[in-house]
Nanobody, 119 residues
Framework: QVQLVESGGDLVQAGGSLRLSCTAS????????MGWYRQAPGNQRELVAV???????NYADSVKGRFTISRDNDKNTVYLQMNSLKREDTAVYYC?????????????WGQGTQVTVSS
């Protein structure tokens, strides 16, 4: 019943920008941490950025200064603004949310959205 729906992935040239969105819907009491992972072919899934319910953020070193994570609690949505994109940012990006459902916390995942950066 809980679903995370992502959008915003696309093909973009190096140096360009994209904004990913991920919206949680369904039956849950609250949202704790929200974040983004990415996985490139042949690589392990990598944590990109996280944001707590209070707005504290943390980033992978590889994206610091280029990516910004934010959230709109009224819309149950997390965003990832990606600037100065590089070819090595090419990956499938997955959002996740830690949601409180019937007094227990569970982690839910989006379906993934492809980001491709061309030179």
């Amino acid at each position: 019943q809980v679903q995370l729906v992502e959008s915003g992935g696309d093909l973009v040239q190096a140096g360009g920008s994209l904004r990913l969105s991920c919206t949680a819907s369904g039956r849950f009491s609250s949202i704790n941490v929200m974040g983004w992972y990415r996985q490139a072919p042949g690589n392990q899934r990598e944590l990109v950025a996280v944001i707590t319910s209070g707005g504290s953020t943390n980033y992978a070193d590889s994206v610091k200064g280029r990516f910004t994570i934010s959230r709109d609690n009224d819309k149950n949505t997390v965003y990832l603004q990606m600037n100065s994109l590089k070819r090595e940012d090419t990956a499938v990006y997955y959002c996740y949310s830690d949601l409180l459902v019937l007094a227990k916390q569970y982690r839910f995942w989006g379906q993934g959205t492809q980001v491709t950066v061309s030179s």
